[in-house]
């Protein structure tokens, strides 16, 4: 009785094994029949025909769904409405940690990242982490030295796109961030939120060895190395070192005589795009960088901040020699070489050199014949002021 009990239980669970296989069977099948569509391009099958049609657009670059907003066009609707979320502002992915709200799910699981500290992407040069493989695919140009993104206009070469988006802007003259408080326009956002801090005061950046405040984080960088002294650029022409790669290069230009920068209103050349655009200013007589203690206005930030010193009796260079301080880099600099000897601005017409670029000019007018001074009075001219101001003194003062 036992042993037919267990017969009929054995015969019971392989009818069960058997019905299941069979289903299953079934089920598959009716899945690859539903899967009867397929492209002819790549050979994906699809269970409807509608999918196929939606999916062939991959191959037609058909992009029916357009943005009524900016003429934008997408290859799906769900492309369309996710985009339309820039135009209405909305943004339905919030951060339950912080509250920060994203207009994308992905990339409020990227920010994610940040509270969790996660990196899951590593950089096998450098062992430098991130967030995003993405940016570590950004990143990994800074080894190979790739810079794929090319101007069309100029042929300058960028590892960002976004890089040569921003570049662009210079050849269309497109400034869209514009301050409300002035008028001044900006070709990036972040320009025009330093520029922002002029009118509010604002200096968020502060150096932990001095105390000192900076309105960007740039400038706090470059005055750290004062601190520091590190100099890790070396021009390979007269030996000078540079804290930045930048100022090497701008540097060079003094060797090569290279002045690419032209205005178009006087015809003055200039070596750096910097000393160009300040240049520029003369003619349109813009001074929007004004001293909140005196009032006076000033062309750059630059111009402004050593003014301040003025106010505030800060001399930040100290002679590494003896105890004398100084408010601006450049006069540390000229009054080391006395202690040095330096004298690195040489004739280019004799062998005599000399420690200041304003005495190497003045020299070099007796082998040009150069007279710039010129008196009001009588028309003579002169190599320097000094001379012009005796000679007015003696000759044509009441």
């Known amino acids: 009785m036992m042993l037919k009990n267990e017969e009929e239980k054995h015969h019971h669970v392989k009818t069960e094994e058997e019905t299941r296989s069979k289903t299953e069977g079934i089920s598959l099948l009716k899945r690859r029949d539903k899967k009867c569509f397929t492209c002819r391009q790549c050979g994906k099958s699809f269970a409807s025909k509608q999918n196929l049609k939606v999916h062939m657009r991959i191959h037609t670059g058909e992009k029916p769904s357009t943005c009524d907003q900016c003429g934008k066009s997408f290859t799906y609707k769900q492309n369309l409405k996710v985009h339309m979320r820039i135009h209405t502002g909305e943004k339905p992915f919030t951060c339950v940690q912080c509250g920060k709200s994203f207009t994308h799910k992905q990339s409020l699981k990227i920010h994610m990242m940040i509270h969790t500290g996660e990196n899951p992407f590593t950089c ?233 670029t304003g005495g190497l000019k003045i020299h070099e007018r007796i082998h040009t014949g150069e007279k710039p001074y010129k008196c009001t009075e009588c028309g003579k001219s002169f190599t320097h002021s000094s001379p012009l101001q005796s000679h007015t003194k003696n000759n044509h003062s009441k």
């Open 124 to 356: 096998v040069q450098c062992g430098k982490r991130f967030t995003r493989k993405q940016n570590l695919e950004d990143h990994m140009r800074i080894h190979t030295g790739e810079k794929p993104f090319k101007c069309d206009q100029c042929g300058k070469s960028f590892t960002h796109k976004h890089s040569l988006n921003v570049h662009m802007m210079i050849h269309t003259g497109e400034k869209p961030f514009t301050c409300v408080q002035c008028g001044k326009s900006f070709t990036h956002k972040q320009s025009l939120e330093d520029h922002m801090r002029i009118h509010t005061g604002e200096n968020p950046f502060t150096c932990d060895q001095c105390g000192k405040s900076f309105k960007q984080q740039g400038i706090l960088k470059e005055h750290m190395n004062i601190h520091t002294r590190e100099k890790l650029h070396g021009c390979d022409q007269c030996g000078k070192t540079f804290l930045r790669a930048s100022g090497l290069k701008s540097h060079l230009r003094i060797h090569s005589k290279e002045k690419p920068h032209s205005c178009s209103l006087c015809g003055k050349s200039f070596s750096h795009l910097q000393n160009f655009k300040k240049h520029q200013k003369i003619h349109t007589g813009e001074r929007v960088h004004v001293c909140f203690e005196c009032g006076k206005s000033f062309i750059t930030a630059g111009d402004l901040n050593l003014h301040q010193r003025i106010h505030n009796g800060e001399k930040p260079y100290k002679c590494s020699h003896c105890d004398k301080r100084f408010s601006h880099l450049g006069g540390q600099k000229t009054h080391e070489r006395i202690h040095t000897g330096e004298k690195p601005y040489k004739c280019s017409h004799c062998d005599k050199r000399f420690s200041q």
